[in-house]
T-cell receptor, first 111, second 115 residues
Framework: SQQGEEDPQALSIQEGENATMNCSYKTSINNLQWYRQNSGRGLVHLILIRSNEREKHSGRLRVTLDTSKKSSSLLITASRAADTASYFCATDLYNFNKFYFGSGTKLNVKP | DGGITQSPKYLFRKEGQNVTLSCEQNLNHDAMYWYRQDPGQGLRLIYYSQIVNDFQKGDIAEGYSVSREKKESFPLTVTSAQKNPTAFYLC??????????????FGPGTRLTVL
């Protein structure tokens, strides 16, 4: 089974609303990353949060990490139609060099 | 312009054929990765390389092969042994071969279809 899993699988909101996506994982990690993928394209790195950090901001993005619950959340504030994409979390296995991606949350922001 | 390029964008393969997907980066990154993505799913690691002339199997390496003769290049061959190769293939690189505290840069992908 995969290391990271996102929830919900799909999310549809109106422009201007906030979008929250969650990621759960199973083992200890060094860091957790969030990526965005537009349909049929490669992934783009959004934000990296280290295991000793609890919250990180980047523009309209806010990521939290709770290592005791093995979970992370990505909040996109004041969403725009251009935010429509799939969002993936990626985790490493502690002391390994591989990343594990969840199956993603498909976000649709309606104008 | 620095980045990762993949070619071709679309590739069609007949049953029993081997095909090679190209991945080139000019970011001077040591680590490179190949992932497979099936519709509506996440990425699964096929192979990764931390340094020239060395590579490791990922979670779904069967039916695939790679080489890393140059730092800039990490081609993936999909062999006839891969029973269900139709998928979207993504190449990525990262600066830190230990995979710690670093982001991966992705290419635009190659969509492979078996006819």
């Amino acid at each position: 089974s995969q290391q990271g899993e996102e929830d919900p699988q799909a999310l549809s909101i109106q422009e201007g609303e906030n979008a929250t996506m969650n990621c759960s994982y199973k083992t200890s990690i060094n860091n957790l990353q969030w990526y965005r993928q537009n349909s049929g394209r490669g992934l783009v790195h959004l934000i990296l949060i280290r295991s000793n950090e609890r919250e990180k901001h980047s523009g309209r993005l806010r990521v939290t990490l709770d290592t005791s619950k093995k979970s992370s959340s990505l909040l996109i504030t004041a969403s725009r139609a251009a935010d429509t994409a799939s969002y993936f979390c990626a985790t490493d296995l502690y002391n390994f060099n591989k990343f594990y991606f969840g199956s993603g949350t498909k976000l649709n922001v309606k104008p | 312009d620095g980045g990762i390029t993949q070619s071709p964008k679309y590739l069609f393969r007949k049953e029993g054929q081997n095909v090679t997907l190209s991945c080139e980066q000019n970011l001077n990154h040591d680590a490179m990765y190949w992932y497979r993505q099936d519709p509506g799913q996440g990425l699964r690691l096929i192979y990764y390389s931390q340094i020239v002339n060395d590579f490791q199997k990922g979670d779904i390496a069967e039916g695939y092969s790679v080489s890393r003769e140059k730092k800039e290049s990490f081609p993936l061959t999909v062999t006839s042994a891969q029973k269900n190769p139709t998928a979207f293939y993504l190449c990525a690189s990262s600066i830190d071969p230990r995979g710690l505290y670093n982001e991966q840069f992705f290419g635009p992908g190659t969509r492979l279809t078996v006819l």
